[in-house]
C-alpha cells in the first residue's frame, strides 16, 4: 500500500514535471514563431518605407539629368512635390559635383555635421551608391533624422553629384509602435546599420550599442533567429538584413519576461500537484489507518471470543453451580453444574424462578432481596436450595448485582457445602466425645491420685511404726530394706500429688480473666527468694509485662516451673543468671526464660515436654518428670505454643506464646 502510495506520487510529480517541460517548450517555440513573423512584418514594412525613400531621391537624380540647369527655386518646388507623397521623408537636399547645395527642402545644409559626413562617405564608398548615416538632430527644430544619400553620375560615369534625403525617426518609431501595440510581450525593436550603429529603437535606449550583440557580429547571418545567453537576462532575437541599404532589423524579447507566465504557470501548476500528492498521502494515510484499526478490532475480537470461550468452558466444567436471573427473579442461565446438582433435564432450569429452588426467598421476598443486594453489591450466605426430587441440599451462596442492558441481574455462584457440613458435624460429635473422655480421664487420675494417697499414707506410716518400733531388732540389711520401702513411698506420694497436680491444669473452673504477668512474676519471685538466695543465683525481669488472658495460678505455676529448672539444671562452674524476657509481636505476646545452665541436646527438645520423661538419674538431680508436661498443659489451655532452644554446657532458653488480654 505504501508502495502503491509513493508510486501515485510519483506519477502525479512525473506528469506534472513533463507538463511543465512541455508548457516551456511550447512557450518557447511560439515566442519563436511569433518573433519571426514580426521580423518579416517589419523588414517588408520597413523595406518598402526606405524603397519609397530611395525612389524619391533616384527620381530627383533622374529630374537633374533631364531637366538641366533650372533655377533653384523650381527644383525646390519640383523636390517638394516628390517628397510630398513619402511621409518617411522630413527634408531633401541636392548637391553639385563641386559639393556646392543646388537646391533643399527644409533648409538642409551640406555643411551641416551629418549631411557633410554622409557625403564623405557617400564619395568615398562610390561603388555603393546608397549610404546611410546615423541619427542626427535637423536644423532649426532639431527633429531627429537619417540622413540616406545616394551618389549621382553624368553621362560619362563620374560623379555629378549627391542626392542626400532626411527620414524621418519618428516615422519609423510609428512602425515600430504600431506592431508592438499587437502584442503582449515586451519586445524591443531595433532597425540598426550593420556597423551596429542605432537608428530606431522601441523602447528608445534599450540598448545603447548592438555593435556587441550577437546578430551584428561581422559573422552573422543576414537573417535568423537565435538565443543570446550573452546579456544578462537572456534574449531571443529575430533578425533580417535589408542588405541595398546596409540595415539590420531585430525583434528581441527578454527570455526572462517571457518565462514569467510560464513561471507563474508552473508553480501554480507544481502547488496542485503538491497539493493532489498530499491528498493522495492523506488517503493512504486514511486506508491505512482503517486497515490498522480493523486489524486492531479483528484481534481485540479474537481475544473477546477466547475470552469468551475461556468463560464459557469455566461454566460448564466447573463444580460450581452459577444461575443467572433477571431482576424479576426468572433464572436465564444455569451451567451444568445447576442442572445436575438440582436434578433438572439440561436446559431445564430456563425461565424457572429462584423461589423455585430457594425455599428461603418466597415470591414476595425477592424484590427485597434485590434490594439488600443493590445496598451491598455482593451478599454471601449459606441457606439451602431444593432439587426436583424435593430433597433439601445445604448451599453457599455468592451472589452480585450486574447491569445489563439497562437492567439489574444477579449472578450467583452456588457451591455445594453439604458434605462438608457433615464432615463438620462428624468433627464436632467426635471433638465433643473426646472432650468428655478426656474429662472423665481426667477425673479418673484426679480420683485415682486422691485415692491411692490413702493406701499409700498407711503403707507409710506402718513401714515408718515398724522402722521406730523395731528398728533395734532389725539387723542392718532388714534395716536397709525397710528404709528403701520408705523412699519409695515417699516418692510415690510425690508421684501421685505431680500427677494430681497435672491432672487439675484445667479442671479448677476458674474463669479466664486479665492477668497482669508483673504480678505473676513477682509473686513466683517471692516463693523462690529462699532458693535464689540459696543458689547465690540473679533473676532478671523485664521492667514492664503486658497483662495476658489466663488463669494467675495456672501462670504462678508455669513461669515457677521454668524459672525452678533453671536453677534446679544450673551450671557447677558458675552462678546461676536467669532472665525473663518478654516480646509482643502481631497481637501475640511470646516469653522467654533463659538460663546459663547445663543445656539440652537438641534430639531432647520435644521428649522433655511429654511426661515422665527426664534426662537425669535421681542420684543427680531430683525430680519427677512431670513439671515441663504441666507446662505444655497449661500453655496449651492458653491457646499458645511452647518450645526450647538450648547448647549443651552452655544453657537454655524455653519459649511460650499467651494472647494479649483484650483492652477494657
Ligand atoms: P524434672 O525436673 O522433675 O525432672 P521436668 O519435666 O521439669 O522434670 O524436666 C524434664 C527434664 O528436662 C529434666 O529431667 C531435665 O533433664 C530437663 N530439663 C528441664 N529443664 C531444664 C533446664 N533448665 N536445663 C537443663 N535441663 C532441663
Known amino acids: 500500500m505504501i508502495a502503491l502510495g509513493a508510486l501515485l506520487m510519483v506519477v502525479v510529480l512525473g506528469m506534472t514535471g513533463y507538463e511543465i517541460w512541455r508548457q516551456y517548450n511550447s512557450t518557447i517555440t511560439l515566442a519563436e514563431r511569433n518573433l519571426n513573423v514580426l521580423a518579416d512584418v517589419l523588414v517588408g514594412e520597413i523595406g518598402r518605407t526606405i524603397s519609397g525613400v530611395d525612389s524619391v531621391v533616384e527620381q ?6 533631364t531637366e538641366g540647369n533650372r533655377p533653384p527655386e523650381q527644383i525646390r518646388r519640383t523636390l517638394r512635390d516628390r517628397a510630398t507623397g513619402v511621409p518617411a521623408i522630413f527634408g531633401l537636399l541636392l548637391i553639385d559635383a563641386q559639393g556646392l547645395p543646388i537646391a533643399s527642402l527644409h533648409s538642409l545644409s551640406p555643411r551641416h555635421h551629418a549631411f557633410a559626413q554622409s ?32 551618389l549621382r553620375h553624368d553621362a560619362a560615369g563620374n560623379i555629378a553629384g549627391i542626392t542626400v534625403a532626411a527620414m524621418s525617426v519618428q516615422y519609423f518609431q510609428e512602425i515600430f509602435l504600431q506592431v508592438k501595440s499587437k502584442t503582449v510581450t515586451t519586445l524591443t525593436l531595433t532597425l540598426a546599420r550593420q556597423d551596429g550603429a542605432i537608428l530606431v529603437q522601441t523602447p528608445e535606449g534599450a540598448t545603447t550599442k548592438m555593435s556587441g550583440m550577437t546578430e551584428f557580429r561581422p559573422d552573422s547571418r543576414d537573417n535568423g533567429l537565435i538565443h543570446d545567453d550573452d546579456t544578462s537576462a537572456g534574449r531571443i532575437v529575430a533578425f533580417r538584413t535589408l542588405r541595398p541599404y546596409g540595415l539590420k532589423l531585430s525583434v528581441a524579447v527578454n527570455a526572462a519576461d517571457l518565462l514569467n507566465l510560464w513561471r507563474s504557470n508552473a508553480l501554480r501548476l507544481l502547488l496542485a500537484a503538491l497539493v493532489a500528492a498530499l491528498v493522495v498521502a492523506a488517503l493512504i494515510w486514511a486506508i491505512l489507518r482503517r486497515l490498522a484499526l480493523d486489524e486492531a478490532q479483528r484481534a481485540n475480537l479474537r481475544s473477546i471470543d477466547n475470552q469468551r470461550r475461556m468463560a464459557q468452558f469455566s461454566l460448564d466444567a466447573g463444580a460450581d453451580m452459577v444461575v443467572w436471573t433477571n431482576d424479576k427473579g426468572s433464572i436465564i442461565y444455569a451451567n451444568p453444574a445447576a442442572h445436575q446438582a438440582l436434578g433438572y433435564a439440561p436446559g431445564t432450569l430456563f425461565n424457572r424462578s429462584i423461589p423455585d429452588i430457594d425455599p428461603s426467598v418466597p415470591p414476595a421476598a425477592w424484590e427485597g432481596r434485590l434490594d439488600d443486594l443493590r445496598r451491598a453489591g455482593t451478599l454471601r450466605f449459606e441457606t439451602s436450595l431444593r432439587t426436583l426430587s424435593g430433597k433439601l441440599i445445604s448451599v453457599e451462596v455468592s451472589i452480585a448485582l450486574l447491569q445489563a442492558d439497562g437492567r439489574d441481574h444477579t449472578c450467583a455462584v452456588i457451591r455445594d457445602i453439604g458434605a462438608h457440613k457433615q464432615s463438620e458435624a462428624i468433627l464436632a460429635e467426635r471433638t465433643k466425645r473426646l472432650e468428655a473422655s478426656n474429662a472423665e480421664l481426667e477425673q479418673f487420675a484426679y480420683v485415682a491420685s486422691h485415692d491411692l494417697r490413702e493406701p499409700l499414707r498407711m503403707v507409710n506410716s506402718f513401714v515408718a511404726l515398724l522402722a521406730r518400733r523395731f528398728g533395734d531388732q532389725m539387723d542392718p540389711e532388714a ?17 501421685i500429688l505431680d500427677l494430681l497436680e497435672y491432672s487439675r491444669v484445667g479442671s479448677t473452673g476458674r474463669p479466664m480473666a486479665a492477668v497482669d504477668l508483673g504480678t505473676v512474676l513477682n509473686d513466683v519471685r517471692q516463693t523462690l527468694a529462699l532458693t535464689l538466695n540459696e543458689a547465690g543465683a540473679e533473676l ?23 524459672i525452678g529448672n533453671g536453677l534446679k539444671y544450673r551450671h557447677s562452674d558458675r552462678l546461676p543468671r536467669i532472665e525473663v524476657e518478654c516480646l509482643t509481636q502481631d497481637g501475640q505476646i511470646t516469653l522467654s526464660v533463659r538460663d546459663n545452665g547445663i543445656g539440652i541436646a537438641p534430639q531432647y527438645f520435644d521428649r522433655i515436654f511429654r511426661i515422665f520423661q527426664r534426662l537425669h538419674g535421681r542420684d543427680r538431680y531430683d525430680g519427677t518428670g512431670i513439671g515441663l508436661a504441666i507446662c505444655k498443659k497449661i500453655v496449651e489451655r492458653h491457646g499458645g505454643r511452647i518450645w526450647v532452644s538450648s547448647t549443651p554446657d552452655q544453657g537454655s532458653t524455653f519459649f511460650f506464646t499467651l494472647k494479649p488480654a483484650p483492652a477494657a
Open 479 to 495: 534395716r536397709e530394706y525397710v528404709e528403701f520401702a520408705r523412699e519409695g513411698a515417699l516418692r510415690m506420694d510425690r508421684l
Open 540 to 562: 532478671i525481669l523485664p521492667a514492664s509485662l503486658p497483662k495476658v488472658w489466663g488463669d494467675f495460678d495456672e501462670l504462678a505455676r508455669l513461669l515457677g516451673n521454668l
Open 119 to 150: 557625403i564623405r562617405a557617400s564619395v568615398a564608398g562610390q561603388n555603393l551608391p546608397i549610404h546611410v548615416g546615423t541619427v542626427t538632430a535637423a536644423p532649426f527644430d532639431g527633429t531627429p533624422i537619417i540622413p540616406f544619400s545616394r
Open 60 to 65: 530627383s537624380v533622374l529630374d537633374l539629368s
